[in-house]
């Protein structure tokens, strides 16, 4: 299974970015894939999960409202589409998948695939 996140850059406050994912081992459909970010010093914090049964995606309240998850299943592909960015949105973006249960999916451990990491900066 390998994941390559792509789509990181430099943003203005209150701009938008996407994030993508390309996902090749194994179908969306079968797997729960998360977004992740992680700022130095601190732990990586679960952005959006959007589990393998049902497709549901779940939001941090961080991101509730102005990030979107999508996917192009064809492609195999998880698009993280990010809006209304706020100077605390920059982080390294990392999309991962795994089969955690529903208690445990906000848990990084819980994920046993990542990819390299993609870095969102929001400055002005």
């Known amino acids: 299974v390998q994941l390559q996140a792509s789509g990181g850059g430099l943003v203005h406050p209150g701009g938008s970015l996407t994030l993508s994912c390309a996902i090749s081992?194994?179908?969306?459909?079968?797997?729960?894939v998360a977004w992740f970010r992680q700022v130095p010093g601190k732990e990586r914090e679960a952005v959006s999960i959007?589990?393998?049964?049902?497709?549901?995606?779940y939001y941090s309240d961080s991101v509730k409202g102005r990030f979107t998850v999508s996917r192009d299943n064809p492609k195999n592909t998880v698009y993280l589409q990010m809006n209304d960015l706020k100077r605390d949105d920059t982080a390294v973006y990392y999309c991962?998948?795994?089969?955690?249960?529903?208690?445990?999916?906000?848990?990084?451990?819980?994920?046993?695939?990542w990819g390299q990491g993609t870095q969102v900066t929001v400055d002005s």
């Open positions: 081992g194994v179908t969306l459909r079968s797997t729960t």
């Open positions: 991962a998948v795994g089969f955690p249960i529903l208690s445990a999916q906000w848990d990084s451990q819980n994920y046993r695939y």
């Open positions: 959007t589990r393998s049964s049902g497709g549901r995606t």
